[in-house]
Each structure stands twice: as C-alpha cells, then as structure tokens.
C-alpha cells in the first residue's frame, strides 16, 4: 500500500495568514491526488483533485501543487470557517489511501 | 444535489457482524460513471477506505479488510450495504458511505466527491 504522511499534525494560525500543509507519498504517485476538508458532524468536502485543480465551488483561496510525491496545499488568506482538518489522498494505485488528517486551528 | 445517508446499528457486540446501509437520493445509484464506497475514521488510522461497489455488483475490497468484508448493491431501493464480520473494538469508528468517481478518460477511479455526514458505529459488549 502507498503511505501518505501529512505534516504538521496541527497547525494554528491568525485570520489572513497563508497556511501550507504537506502531504508525502511513499512512492511516486504523479499527480493523483485529492485533497479534503473535514468538519465535524458533516460530511467531507473534495477541495483538490489531481493535485493543483480546484473542485468547483471551492473558494480560490485555496491552492494545490506538487507531483510524484511532494504535495502542498495551501489556504492564502485564512478564514474562520477554514478551521477544520484536512487530509490528502491518492488514486495512483488500489487500495485507495488517506493521510493521517492536518488540523487547522484558526485564532 | 446528490445526497447519502447511513442507516444501521449505532453499537455491535465484539465477534458479531456490523450491518450497515447507505441511501442515495438525489441521483440514480445506477450508473456506470460510478462506484459507491465505504470509508471509515478511527482516532488511531484517521481515514481508511474499506470497499467499493458497481451498480453491478462489482466490488473492490481493501485487502486488509477482505477477509471479513462483503458490500452489495440494491438499484431497486437506490441503496448499498457493507456487511464487516467478526469485529473487534479495533472496528469502532465513523463509518461514511461516498460516490467514487472516474477521472476524464473513465478508466481510472479516482477521488470520493459526495460523502454522507457519517455515523460512529462502536464495538462493545
């Protein structure tokens, strides 16, 4: 199974700073890769999806890059409704893995 | 808008069998530009896909999981279930059922773009 290692494990930061979190695949995935976002008691939201396209709807101020197995995703001008936690996942191979989640805590 | 629903026993006895179903509403679950899965959230694994299943009947299964996993389909009702065997604490956690879909070419699946709110299913005597 591919491994997906998200760092950090939490982060928090004040409303309108610029926010990254990687994700870290075990082995070349290319550009598959999806990113989401997780509320507690709702269901999670795709925010990314081959690494740098932006699901439709998603606010712009979310961004995505990377390839093979160094991805980022970023939040430029971080809101009150971003706190959530956020996990990457890949669809280069089955079975289909998550990361460990990124929890990002808005002051 | 495409919605799913969880249905099914919120507490399982450890060896027993954990049912539980998923309603689509909003769209047809027959449809060959999916599959329809199910994911679940532990503290200690965070996310694990657990299987997926074609309108079919078709299914891909987390290895992992195999031995004491089975997921069906109902196109009558609109509706699949996962049947996960002989569980232990180790299966408590947030079980969500999600569209899987293909990417452009439709060869390939890729990533879950409609998930359910999930419902925490526990394992206890």
């Known amino acids: 199974d591919i491994q997906m290692t998200q760092s950090p494990s939490t982060l928090s930061a004040s409303v309108g700073d610029r926010v990254t979190i990687t994700c870290r695949a075990s082995q070349d995935i290319s550009a598959w890769l999806a990113w989401y976002q997780y509320k507690p008691g709702k269901a999670p939201k795709v925010l990314m999806y081959d690494a740098s396209g932006l699901e439709s709807g998603v606010p712009s101020r979310f961004s995505g890059s990377g390839s093979g197995t160094d991805f980022t995703l970023s939040i430029g001008g971080l809101q009150p409704d971003d706190a959530a936690t956020y996990y990457c996942q890949q669809y280069h191979s089955y079975p289909w893995t998550f990361g460990q989640g990124t929890t990002v805590e808005v002051k | 808008q495409l919605q799913l629903q969880e249905s099914g026993p919120g507490l399982v006895k450890p060896s027993e069998t954990l049912s539980l179903s998923c309603s689509v509403s909003?769209?047809?679950?027959?449809?060959?530009?999916?599959?329809w899965g199910w994911i679940r959230q532990t503290p200690g694994k965070g996310l694990e896909w657990i299987g997926n299943v074609y309108y079919t009947g078709s299914t891909y299964y987390n290895p992992s999981l195999k031995r004491r996993l089975s997921i069906s389909v109902d196109t009558s009702k609109n509706q699949f279930s996962l049947r996960l065997g002989s569980v232990t604490a180790a299966d408590t956690a947030v079980y969500y059922c999600a569209r899987h879909i293909y990417d452009r070419s439709g060869s390939y699946l890729v990533y879950f773009d409609y998930w359910s709110q999930g419902t925490l299913v526990t394992v206890s005597s």
């Open positions: 909003g769209g047809s679950i027959n449809n060959s530009s999916f599959y």
